[in-house]
């Protein structure tokens, strides 16, 4: 079973910033699209920023366009979410996603395999 471990949250104030790592269990998913998405107090999971296999091809919800920045080192099966100029609403836990297929999607059903998630706290 493909397992996807993230890493990288905690506790920052408003305007800070972090780095989220995600590594899959299997390297095979270097070449293909992963995403995160993101679950905030009493939501809904969200999506938040995808990935192509190659890293050629980003997108991202609009709530965080300018601010978060996805990206990719195939060479240590890593993928990333880079977070800026964070705010109070994107307090969540953040979840990693694979799927294997090399184009991405914004579509949560469509990534089968999907990590623990890591806590985000923005604290204003």
């Known amino acids: 079973q493909v397992q996807l471990v993230e890493s990288g949250g905690g506790l920052v104030q408003a305007g800070g910033s972090l780095r989220l790592s995600c590594v899959p269990s299997?390297?095979?998913?270097?070449?293909?699209?992963m995403a995160w998405f993101r679950q905030g107090p009493g939501k809904e999971r969200e999506f938040v920023a995808a990935?192509?296999?190659?890293?050629?091809?980003?997108t991202y919800a609009d709530s965080v366009k300018g601010r978060f920045t996805i990206s990719r080192d195939s060479a240590k099966n890593t993928v990333f979410l880079q977070m800026n100029s964070l705010k109070g609403e994107d307090t969540a836990v953040y979840y990693c996603?694979?799927?294997?297929?090399?184009?991405?999607?914004?579509?949560?059903?469509?990534?089968?395999?999907w990590g623990q998630g890591t806590q985000v706290t923005v604290s204003s």
């Open positions: 299997a390297r095979t998913f270097r070449y293909y699209a």
């Open positions: 990935i192509s296999g190659s890293g050629g091809t980003t």
């Open positions: 996603a694979g799927r294997y297929v090399v184009t991405l999607s914004t579509r949560e059903h469509e990534y089968a395999y």
